[in-house]
């Protein structure tokens, strides 16, 4: 039997991204379920955007930010910052929502602004690629038979998935109007990613059901 190296290739890069997305997604939703627990009996309050610090800068110059907010509890002033960096700097005063345990208020976090996020979006990326390649390919070669275009289902829900975790990370929720409270006009990008996956998705359904008739 005559063995391909292309072929072998491509299956470890496959494996390979697959195998880092599933790990990706457990750390993701591991730390997730643990932070939720964690803060289930914790307050709410809006944090203000002040100030930010150098999270990084690749090799390439490019810089991202550790952005600082400031919470009031009981009369005090507090400040929590982001665990990642984000590569926008928002406007002084935006409002991003901080979870703060009431009795200790300077042990606090953002909603959705932690690491797990980041996890959870690559993870999410590097697992969903390689299965919908396997997917498109079962489906090319007859294995799969499904009623609407793959492609077209795909890059809207693709569409749809990024800018939702677009909007939670900039504004700790799925919902846009957070977003714009804390990123301003910036967070019309991932609302309209929204807007179009859902219309793409909605789209290549009807018209599968239309040439199925």
Same mark, same amino acid.
């Given at each position: 039997?005559?063995?391909?190296?292309?072929?072998?290739?491509?299956?470890?890069?496959?494996?390979?991204?697959?195998?880092?997305?599933?790990?990706?997604?457990?750390?993701?939703?591991?730390?997730?379920?643990?932070?939720?627990?964690?803060?289930?009996?914790?307050?709410?309050?809006?944090?203000?955007?002040?100030?930010?610090?150098?999270?990084?800068?690749?090799?390439?110059?490019?810089?991202?930010?550790?952005?600082?907010? &400031?919470?009031?509890?009981?009369?005090?002033?507090?400040?929590?910052?982001?665990?990642?960096?984000?590569?926008?700097?928002?406007?002084?005063?935006?409002?991003?929502? &901080?979870?703060?345990?009431?009795?200790?208020?300077?042990?606090?976090?953002?909603?959705?602004?932690?690491?797990?996020?980041?996890?959870?979006?690559?993870?999410?990326?590097?697992?969903?690629? !390689?299965?919908?390649?396997?997917?498109?390919?079962?489906?090319?070669?007859?294995?799969?038979?499904?009623?609407?275009?793959?492609?077209?289902?795909?890059?809207?829900?693709?569409?749809?998935?990024?800018?939702?975790?677009?909007?939670?990370?900039?504004?700790?929720?799925?919902? !846009?109007?957070?977003?714009?409270?804390?990123?301003?006009?910036?967070?019309?990008?991932?609302?309209?990613?929204?807007?179009?996956?859902?219309?793409?998705? &909605?789209?290549?359904?009807?018209?599968?059901?239309?040439?199925?008739?």
């Amino acid at each position: 039997m005559k063995i391909n190296p292309k072929k072998i290739v491509i299956v470890l890069l496959f494996s390979a991204a697959l195998l880092s997305g599933i790990v990706l997604l457990f750390f993701g939703i591991k730390n997730s379920v643990s932070l939720a627990i964690k803060t289930k009996d914790w307050f709410e309050a809006p944090g203000y955007f002040r100030d930010y610090s150098i999270y990084d800068i690749d090799d390439d110059g490019e810089t991202t930010y550790r952005l600082k907010y &400031v919470f009031y509890s009981g009369g005090a002033e507090y400040f929590v910052e982001t665990d990642y960096g984000s590569g926008v700097i928002p406007e002084i005063d935006s409002v991003r929502t &901080v979870l703060y345990e009431p009795e200790n208020p300077e042990n606090a976090i953002i909603k959705g602004g932690t690491a797990s996020v980041t996890y959870l979006t690559i993870g999410f990326m590097f697992t969903f690629i !390689p299965l919908f390649m396997i997917f498109c390919w079962l489906w090319i070669n007859g294995k799969i038979k499904v009623h609407v275009n793959v492609f077209d289902f795909t890059a809207g829900f693709l569409i749809f998935a990024v800018g939702e975790l677009c909007l939670y990370m900039m504004g700790g929720s799925a919902f !846009p109007w957070k977003a714009f409270g804390s990123m301003g006009f910036l967070a019309i990008i991932p609302t309209l990613m929204v807007v179009v996956g859902i219309f793409q998705m &909605v789209k290549t359904v009807v018209n599968g059901k239309k040439e199925k008739k």
